[in-house]
């Protein structure tokens, strides 16, 4: 993608090596069983990613790699356990104002076993703040996250004991009209629980957009109610690690689970 290297406009360039290296570095460091990941390039760039993990030790075999309408940004799972299943929203389009809207990023949608339990994962990256040409961004956002609520209950539907985990870029606020769309009614047996995180100094912030210096949390995990009793909260965290800034404008969460 297009980047500013240096304040110079670099076109269609692949992210820097030593930015792969940082990113690489953190994960590594923390061992993760499962990654969830966001603005992925493309399958190659997911087994980039899959083969410089193993390299340091980090060997997670199975992947998922899946998108929207967006040509340049995919979404990418990695995970030490085999992917039993993947999954599809039923609705991928929306209208504002009488205009036609595809779902931008889409849904990842997998499933594995670990231990001989399942675990069900949705991963997602919402409309960012940023304003495009096409319509309000608010509004697009606030459209994807209802689509989100939608593959959701669809999900509880079928399975109200689904053992969920709904994570990713969410580009707004818990407290925000996308993020109450996106976790649903807090007395619904269907809400989704948001798991608190702090980095080493207690501070929350998982993003800096530089452009306007703003610190936001808007990535998040979320649990449904099975998996609550399983999810050790005392033990999440935001990564605050020394390569972070290198390595991307938002900090991991690392969520354990029993």
Not at 33 to 41: Q, V, Y
Not at 116 to 142: A, C, M, N, T
Request: hydrophobic share 35%; net charge negative; aromatic share 8%.
């Amino acid at each position: 993608m297009d980047r500013y290297v240096d304040r110079r406009s670099l076109k269609d360039s692949p992210k820097p090596d030593d930015e792969k290296q940082a990113v690489i570095a953190i994960l590594a460091r923390h061992k993760p069983d499962a990654i969830g990941l966001c603005e992925i390039g493309t399958a190659a760039d997911l087994a980039e990613i899959q083969e410089m993990l193993k390299s340091a030790g980090v060997n997670l075999p199975h992947s998922h790699f899946t998108g929207g309408s967006d040509p340049t940004r995919h979404l990418g799972f990695l995970s030490r356990y085999p992917i039993t299943a993947t999954g599809k929203p039923e609705k991928s389009d929306f209208q504002i104002q009488g205009k036609l809207f595809t779902w931008n990023r889409g849904v990842l949608d997998v499933t594995i076993d670990a231990h001989g339990r399942p675990y069900h994962f949705l991963g997602v990256h919402l409309k960012s703040k940023r304003d495009v040409e096409e319509g309000d961004q608010e509004e697009i956002r606030r459209s994807e996250a209802r689509l989100l609520r939608r593959h959701v209950d669809g999900i509880f539907e079928k399975n109200p004991d689904e053992r969920l985990i709904v994570y990713g870029d969410f580009n707004d606020t818990r407290s925000s009209v996308a993020g109450k769309h996106a976790v649903g009614n807090y007395n619904d047996p269907k809400y989704l629980t948001a798991i608190p995180a702090a980095d080493s100094v207690g501070t929350r912030w998982t993003h800096f957009w530089a452009l306007h210096d703003i610190y936001s949390r808007i990535d998040f995990v979320t649990v449904s109610r099975a998996l609550k009793s399983e999810t050790v909260f005392e033990d999440a965290k935001i990564l605050d690690d020394p390569e972070w800034e290198k390595a991307s404008d938002h900090r991991a969460v690392l969520v354990i689970f029993r």
